[in-house]
């Protein structure tokens, strides 16, 4: 099911929405003087490549001879990737990438954006493999401030109708579920739980209004910042987004929220 709901998301991703685009040039300041003439090649692996849009942006502004490698779960992701840059491709998602790569390979690990499906600790551990030492994590993610913010909304909706309540619990159980780390600290906790250390961050808050259900469904499950909602084993995507978009009709509106990323370069000691 989450395969399904990842090619669904291939159909209309696009890497040129704000919060994308903040976040790749956030990638490049990030990364950009650390890799220019830093090794020769510079082997980059990209842990959920969707578009290619990052690697792109390395490649068209840093000065390095790059290797790129991209995995992805969704085929139509790695056919547009493979469109942007050269690049090998692995069809896997992160959680499985040591049945196809060889231990220490890569000089750098790119995660952006997966960790909504796939945990911490196992992006933490395919990534210290991955990793020759001295070799550099960049981890980009939103955090549950994100949803914290939501919350007065679902408060608003246990308060409604039966099928108010039902949504609003369904909301709950997401946000209880979900795999996103809360906030930075917590990443950080983690990552240095594996050997990592935090050699730099970058945080992006990005002021959000939706006046309609329809605003609230292009972002959260179009744009895909939310359809991880829609990974469930029992329920057909298609039902999904039909349910998903009743739902959005019952919040009251507008919806004023702030999404908080957190954008790290995290190494693997020498």
């Known amino acids: 099911m989450v395969q399904k709901v990842h090619e669904h998301i291939a159909q209309t991703y696009d890497s040129g929405d ?17 890799l220019a003439g830093w090794r020769d090649p510079v082997r980059v692996i990209d842990m959920g490549v969707g578009d290619g849009a990052v690697l792109a942006q390395l490649f068209n502004n840093v000065d390095a001879n790059f290797r790129f490698t991209g995995a992805d779960l969704s085929r139509n992701m790695l056919a547009r990737a493979a469109d942007t840059v050269p690049l090998t491709t692995i069809h896997t998602d992160s959680a499985h990438l040591d049945a196809h790569t060889a231990p220490e390979a890569y000089d750098v690990a790119l995660a952006h954006f997966i960790l909504a499906y796939v945990d911490l600790d196992t992006v933490l551990r395919q990534a210290w493999r991955l990793l020759s030492p001295g070799g550099l994590l960049s981890l980009s993610t939103s955090t549950n401030e994100t949803a914290r913010n939501a919350r007065p909304y679902v408060e608003r909706l246990k308060k409604g109708n039966p099928w108010e309540r039902l949504v609003a619990r369904r909301a709950e159980h997401s946000m209880a579920d979900t795999t996103t780390p809360d906030d930075h600290a917590a990443i ?38 939310g359809a991880n909602i829609l990974a469930y ?38």
């Not at 704000?18 to 650390?34: C, E, V, Y």
């Not at 961050?201 to 959000?208: A, D, H, I, N, V």
């Not at 919806?255 to 370069?265: D, I, K, P, Q």
């Open 188 to 225: 950080v906790r983690t990552a240095e739980g594996y050997g990592f250390r935090e050699l730099d961050r970058r945080r992006q808050e990005t002021p959000l209004t939706f006046n309609n259900a329809d605003d609230l469904f292009t972002f959260t499950i179009t744009k895909g910042w």
């Open 18 to 34: 704000r919060i994308l685009d903040a976040k790749n040039k956030a990638t490049l300041d990030l990364l950009g003087d650390r």
């Open 233 to 270: 084993r029992w329920l057909p995507v298609r039902l999904g987004l039909f349910l998903a978009h009743k739902a959005m009709h019952l919040v009251p509106y507008p919806v004023e929220t702030t999404h908080v990323v957190e954008n790290l370069v995290l190494e693997k000691p020498a």
